[in-house]
Nanobody, 126 residues
Framework: QVQLAESGGGSVQAGGSLRLSCAASLYTGSSYCMGWFRQAPGKEREGVAGVYTTDGRIHYADSVKGRFTISRDNAKNTLYLQMNSLKPEDTAMYYC???????????????????WGQGTQVTVSS
C-alpha cells in the first residue's frame, strides 16, 4: 500500500485560493493512478481530479474544471491540488489516493483505490 499524508487545508472566503499537498511513498519507475477526492457531510465521496503518472493524463470533475489544478512534483513524491475561485459548495474533507496501475487506460478519477490519506478539511465561507 501507498502511504499518503495530506496537508494544506483551511478556511477561506469565497473567491479565495488554497493549495493542498499530499506526500506519497511511491516506488521509482512504477506507474500510479493518483487522485483527489472530497466528501461533504451527508454526501457521497466524489472524485475531484486524477492523474496517471506514466503519461500525465489528467481528468477533472466538471464542478472544478477551470478552477482546480492537479500537479505533481516527482522529485518530492508530492501531489498537489491548487484550488482557485473557491465556492462554499467546495467545503468538504479532501483526501488524496494513490495505487500502482500498470498500463491503465481509463480515468484515474474512476480508479478503485486502496490507499487513502487521512484527509484535510477545506471550509469556504460566503
Amino acid at each position: 500500500q501507498v502511504q499518503l499524508a495530506e496537508s494544506g487545508g483551511g478556511s477561506v472566503q469565497a473567491g479565495g485560493s488554497l493549495r493542498l499537498s499530499c506526500a506519497a511513498s511511491l516506488y521509482t519507475g512504477s506507474s500510479y493512478c493518483m487522485g483527489w477526492f472530497r466528501q461533504a457531510p451527508g454526501k457521497e465521496r466524489e472524485g475531484v481530479a486524477g492523474v496517471y503518472t506514466t503519461d500525465g493524463r489528467i481528468h477533472y470533475a466538471d464542478s472544478v474544471k477551470g478552477r482546480f489544478t492537479i500537479s505533481r512534483d516527482n522529485a518530492k513524491n508530492t501531489l498537489y491540488l491548487q484550488m482557485n475561485s473557491l465556492k462554499p459548495e467546495d467545503t468538504a474533507m479532501y483526501y488524496c489516493a494513490a495505487d500502482r496501475s500498470q498500463f491503465y487506460v481509463g480515468s484515474c478519477l474512476k480508479f478503485n483505490y486502496n490507499s487513502w490519506g487521512q484527509g484535510t478539511q477545506v471550509t469556504v465561507s460566503s
